[in-house]
């Protein structure tokens, strides 16, 4: 089993709808939770970024963590065409480069 | 305000061509790491660093070397280019125990034909 779990299904939203990303996990010791953006041919940037158990919202963008169901989601509210990118689940045990990312879902928001 | 910088952006080799992808920042980060992405895998820690002169191995390290000579730096060398190495490589860098300060460069396309 894949340490994380993200499936990579194409998502088409209409704009203005809300936009609901998961992943699962196995590994336990994961503390750090993050979800990057990516958009074609770029690197991922840093999106939301969670410590252990809980929820983070900025802006449209909310991130929970689940620890006890090793389940993370992102949720971002009022879709804009520019949010169109693939989202990337990422985690670790220690908070340092050595990360374990999820496939990444492509979102495509219509106007 | 350069960040993370990656040289070349795209490459095509012959299999058993040896290369090196260049990764370069300038923010002082003691942690760097490279990662191949591939379609329908996700990005794949391949070797990272956890300052100069230290290099240890990810998930996928076979068939690339690494070194750390200095903090800037950390180039990414294929020995024997193979197809299976075809991939876009993204570099990236941090503080020490920094999870939420990961910054990547733009990426490096790979091509072995």
């Known amino acids: 089993q894949k340490e994380v779990e993200q499936d990579p299904g194409p998502l088409s939203v209409p704009e203005g709808a809300i936009v609901s990303l998961n992943c699962t996990y196995s590994?336990?010791?994961?503390?750090?939770f993050m979800w990057y953006r990516q958009y074609s041919r770029k690197g991922p940037e840093l999106l939301m970024y969670?410590?252990?158990?809980g929820n983070k919202e900025d802006g449209r963008f909310t991130a929970q963590v689940d620890k006890s169901s090793k389940y993370i989601s992102l949720f971002i509210r009022d879709s804009q065409p520019s949010d169109s990118a693939t989202y990337l689940c990422?985690?670790?045990?220690?908070?340092?480069?050595?990360?374990?990312f999820g496939k990444g879902n492509q979102v495509v928001v219509i106007p | 305000n350069a960040g993370v910088t990656q040289t070349p952006k795209f490459q095509v080799l012959k299999t058993g061509q040896s290369m090196t992808l260049q990764c370069a920042q300038d923010?002082?980060?003691?942690?760097m790491s490279w990662y191949r992405q591939d379609p329908g895998m996700g990005l794949r820690l391949i070797h990272y660093s956890v300052g100069a002169g230290i290099t240890d191995q990810g998930e996928v390290p076979n068939g690339y070397n690494v070194s750390r000579s200095t903090t800037e730096d950390f180039p990414l060398r294929l020995l024997s280019a193979a197809p299976s190495q075809t991939s876009v490589y993204f570099c990236?860098?941090?503080?020490?125990?920094?999870?939420?300060?990961?910054?990547f460069g733009e990426g490096s396309w790979l091509t072995v034909v």
């Open positions: 590994n336990s010791a994961f503390q750090y």
């Open positions: 923010m002082n980060h003691e942690y």
């Open positions: 990236a860098s941090s503080r020490t125990n920094s999870g939420n300060t990961i910054y």
């Open positions: 969670t410590y252990s158990s």
């Open positions: 990422a985690m670790s045990a220690n908070g340092n480069n050595r990360l374990a």
